[in-house]
């Protein structure tokens, strides 16, 4: 398995989108925690983005998980960066094999 730092990017444009999607997102959040395949997420603190920590195996299958968000599904994301990442410390290097 792989991690991925995920940047949703919300521009003004979006703002009726993401209130309106807001809800089925976080509980969509909610299940892929559960599964283990969302190890962390969070909007930034000035509200132009979310920083999302994901394990999968590849970025391909990521890809593919995110386009089941209901934030991305509803227009509510109007940027997006994806970012293999390799924790060596802390609470995330314990995914890493």
Known sequence: MSIFAVEYVYGPEAEAERTEHR???????????AADVVLASGPYGDGAGALLIFQAPDEATLNE?????????????????????????????????
């Open 23 to 33: 809800p089925a997102h976080r509980a969509w959040l909610v299940e892929q925690a």
């Open 65 to 97: 998980i995110l386009k089941q968000d209901p934030m991305n599904l509803g227009g509510g994301v109007t940027g997006l960066k994806v970012s293999a990442w390799k924790p060596v410390i802390g609470q995330f290097s314990k995914y890493m094999s």
